[in-house]
């Protein structure tokens, strides 16, 4: 049994970039506790490689932890753990499926290396009352941007979305965590993800989870997905630009499944030494 993870990077787009992740590839034996307990150690995401409870409609099972709770799906822990598998000969073909608690998941494989994860087609509503969310970041309603409006959005884990017209203020955001928390338990939401739109055509994001034991996130798969359906799943694709504020410059890569209703997430992964 190796429990040791291997620390990975996912979504880097620049030196230091990319949000940490380390990967048990092989989590059989280890209970809630001690993958939580791991997850606490290295103080960020962390995935957890096991067998299939259906091996008949699955070829995986991931289950994730941050520092204070399991979560139901993560995207850049699935999309390093399938990239993981396959750069040591444990994924074969051009896919993989996946059990998770938030539902099934494919990590499909293309010959130059890249991997991409599916979602399921997002759900997306209207935040009515906004004061709340606006007093965690510390900003006014009349910085947010005129041509959208807050949404909770979600494939599998509800994202506050936060339209801001200014780039440089999304960047000096410096939001209060108790008060990020109770906002987002207030509305139903994991997460605050402010973003603006950015040059060539990409929009520039930032995480700040509920309770995931840290104040932000470099790079968010699942937030980034969510945000996608709330720009109405351009055809072209979306392009979104993380960690930038943390110094961990990040790039998330989103667009429609030629093969479903939903979507594909995908970005560069890399093993950090």
């Not at 087609?121 to 009349?142: I, K, Q, S």
């Not at 999304?170 to 973003?195: F, K, M, Q, W």
Request: a negative charge; charged letters at 20%.
């Amino acid at each position: 049994m190796q429990r040791s993870p291997i620390n990975l990077s996912v979504f880097p787009a620049g030196p230091g970039g990319g949000n940490p992740c380390p990967i048990v590839l092989d989590a059989s034996g280890m209970d809630a506790q001690d993958m939580r307990a791991l997850a606490a150690a290295h103080g960020h995401e962390s995935g957890f490689v096991l067998p299939p409870e259906n091996p008949i409609s699955a070829d995986f099972r991931f289950r994730f932890f941050v520092p204070e709770h399991e979560m139901e799906m993560c995207g850049h822990a699935t999309l390093g753990a399938a990239w993981l598998l396959r750069s040591r000969g444990q994924a074969l073909g051009a896919a993989i499926r996946i059990e998770t608690l938030s539902g099934p998941v494919r990590a499909l494989f293309a010959a130059d290396g890249s991997v991409e994860i599916t979602q399921p087609p997002g759900r997306v509503e209207p935040v009515t009352d906004v004061g709340a969310v606006l007093a965690a970041l510390g900003m006014a309603e009349a910085e947010l941007s005129p041509a959208a409006a807050v949404l909770n959005a979600s494939t599998s884990r509800v994202k506050t979305l936060v339209p801001l017209a200014d780039l440089a203020r999304l960047h000096a955001l410096r939001p209060d965590p108790a008060l990020v928390r109770a906002a987002c338990e207030a509305i139903g939401s994991t997460g605050l993800y402010p973003y603006a739109a950015g040059q060539g055509g990409a929009v520039h994001a930032r995480q700040f989870p509920r309770n995931s034991g840290y104040p932000e996130d470099a790079a968010t798969g699942i937030a980034a997905a969510a945000l996608f359906y709330g720009l109405c799943a351009p055809k072209a694709g979306l392009i979104v630009r993380q960690g930038e504020a943390m110094g961990r410059p990040s790039e998330i890569r989103v667009r429609c499944d030629p093969e479903g209703p939903g979507c594909r997430l995908g970005g560069h992964v890399e093993v950090v030494f």
